[in-house]
């Protein structure tokens, strides 16, 4: 136990020192990517669609950051399949554990991405409330939902090589699907709760509601979110 998890810390370590290496910006990367997509829609949605409403910057660049986290969590762990073959083959370590490292180096970046949100955070003036501390509920279960489904992605693309791309396109429809650029009050009340089946976007919505907004959420609310990951963890 106490050697499977030193080598863990290592590939941690190592993975997350090696994401960027040969790259001219480097780590500054991690960084960067979040905020240039922020401005590309920040632009886009406010001078072209002319879309505004309170804190519109904070609100997108949550989103970009929490999604950010997924979808670079499921696409490494597939990746890292195939650099770690070798590990697969001469240690008990399991293609799952492999997941974990993933997500785990990624959940270093997540940090350090909010860190910058906090930034801008308070350069708009705004503070914590209480609600905000549920915040780390959601990440808990942020974390609880990505290694599920990068277990699940890993899997299916060690059976289907063709599998990674199919992701891709899902990854694509799903930050659509998710209401990552826009508010969930932008879409018809009828279909609001199918959208909420979305896990991802349960936590993004829950997540800017708290420490956004200070809206307390639903007890209600979080015990189906927790129910939903659960039921995936499973699978």
């Not at 991802?200 to 979080?222: D, H």
Request: aromatic share 18%; hydrophobic share 55%.
């Amino acid at each position: 136990m106490g050697n499977n998890f030193n080598l863990i810390t290592q590939l941690v370590y190592a993975d997350f020192k090696l994401k960027y290496y040969g790259s001219i910006l480097g780590f500054l990367w991690s960084f960067l990517k979040p905020l240039l997509m922020l401005g590309t829609i920040y632009f886009v949605f406010k001078f072209f669609l002319q879309i505004e409403f309170d804190n519109f910057a904070l609100f997108l660049l949550l989103g970009i950051i929490i999604w950010g986290y997924f979808t670079d969590s499921t696409i490494d762990s597939m990746n890292s399949v195939q650099s770690k073959v070798d590990i697969l083959k001469n240690t008990n370590i399991k293609p799952s554990t492999i997941a974990l490292v993933s997500c785990t180096h990624n959940f270093i970046s997540l940090i350090l991405n909010l860190i910058i949100f906090l930034i801008f955070f308070f350069s708009a003036g705004l503070r914590f409330g209480w609600n905000s501390l549920f915040f780390f509920v959601f990440l808990v279960l942020l974390f609880i939902l990505t290694y599920s489904i990068s277990t699940l992605t890993l899997t299916l693309n060690a059976r289907f090589t063709d599998f990674r791309h199919i992701w891709q396109v899902i990854l694509q429809l799903g930050f659509w699907a998710t209401p990552i650029v826009y508010s969930l009050s932008n879409v018809s009340v009828d279909i609001q709760k199918w959208f909420m089946l979305n896990p991802m976007a349960r936590i993004i919505v829950q997540t800017r509601e708290a420490i956004i907004y200070n809206i307390p959420p639903s007890l209600k609310q979080i015990i189906i979110s927790v129910i939903i990951i659960c039921v995936i963890a499973l699978i």
